[in-house]
């Protein structure tokens, strides 16, 4: 179809899906450049050799199967088992235990579920209604879910009594929530755009050979040599003159550099690397994570992005969702489970002696007093490696644990159990050492089964997708102060349109793709394939325009 050039930035589901509807549809002169040594993105896998199956350290589930893309491509690879589909649906038998090492009865479960899913179907209105409302409220821009959800239980009990264990489990649902909207806490989640996130139809499935299986039928579609691993974007110049681009080539050139020859290039676009490599280009579709463009919002452009695309960035919400994976040599379960892990909130985990010094920083407080010059504050002193371990802390950390709100066996691997969390106590596990958390997660379980003999774990596996550097975080959603009309800012190629400063001037120089830049599937592998597709099909229709208008 047409000479043009395009980079791709980053080999994920939006990056893959972008470069193989471009050069099916014939622009084939594309790069796409992964900075990590694999490709996949948030898709990764963990093989286990001692076992058959396979653990999902990114993406876990296809969120719906009636018009999902991601369903019908998994289908149309065959990747799917009929004796195999799991559906994530409320407690669905789910037992309720409490750190007390009981269970709920299950009336008491049914009774608040069916209360909170009801408040939460109730959140997803406001959407609607203000939409359709004349009146502007101003306390509609700060409102929260969470705060909503605290109303809600706040005026139930002021008509039906509920007992502590009852709160306590209404806010082990909201841990799971936070899970599922990839948030610290339901309060940092706006209120009224929250209902404009649409949840396709059908049951959410796993693939039995993993969300890999997927990113290898995407990758068929492209040839093996225009995927460049290991290549770390640093800039992208954008907005250029072919004399101006001359002299990024020039100042890039030096011993084992690849340096296009500029002058027979007149691209708008150059990208460089971080090993030196400057790539010309007509487009370059940006793929990186919400969390990879707020810590690089500054420089990663050159010149940098418009006032109000950086504005998009800073106030949209990317948070962490972790999973801890515990492996046992013969299973301790009679039969598979997945427990609701209901916390008094002065449970404290003893986790062993192999972690106490750090587990239990706080023994080796010798003193508090008040300040001497300040008689309103009270000091305390610790030293060693407490002290240290104390520093890696937030207020919220010390008991990090009480953010697992589930554990249950892995169904693909009957031998391993998962524990999920989210937010800034997801970020802390992410610093602490298998054995640790190990340990601990082991403490839990006796707990909360009441059982002194299940017996630590063999291996352990956790995320960290929090530190890691090209993503910073596992997902979007509109946080407070934020709107969908920041996640279309966000996905506005550049140069703006109505910026444009001559009909000759480059169209669609940088584009912008990934699940956080889809309005209604944010958060998800099918949100981010059809953005990728989106940015594919603005370059294709911006050449067919061309050609026709000849």
Known sequence: MSEATVVVIGAGIAGLSAAKELIENGITDVKLLEASDRIGGRILQCKVSSYSGLLEMGANWIHGTSNNPVHALAAQHQLFNKKLSVTRTQSNGIQALTSQGTQIDSDIVEKIEHFYYSSLDETKTFHEKNKHSDKS?????????GEFLNKTIIDYSKSYFLTKQEKSFYECLLNLECCISGCNSMNDVALIPFGEYVELPGEHRILPSGYESLIKAIQKGIPQEKIWINMTVSTIHWGLSKITSSKIAESNSGDNVEVPNIHHHNCPVYVQCEDGVTLPADHVIVTSSLGFLKEHVEEFLDPRLPDDKIQAIRALGFGTVGKIYLHY????????????????EDTEIQPGDAVKQQGLWYHKLYSFGVVVTNPNVVVGWLAGQQAEHMETLSESEGLWYHKLYSFGVVVTNPNVVVGWLAGQQ??????????????????????FFSRDDIPEPQKVNQTSWYSNPYTRGSYSYVAVGSSGDDIDILSKPLPYSEHMTSSTQHQLQVLFAGEATHRTFYSTTHGALLSGQREADRILSLYKSQITSK
């Open 329 to 344: 040599d013969v299973p301790w379960w009679s039969k598979s489970f997945t427990c609701f892990l209901v916390w008094d």
């Open 426 to 447: 997801a970020e802390h596990m992410e610093t602490l050492s298998e054995s640790e958390v190990g340990i601990t997660c082991t403490a839990i379980l006796r707990k």
């Open 137 to 145: 409220c101003e306390h509609n821009h700060t409102a929260s879910v």
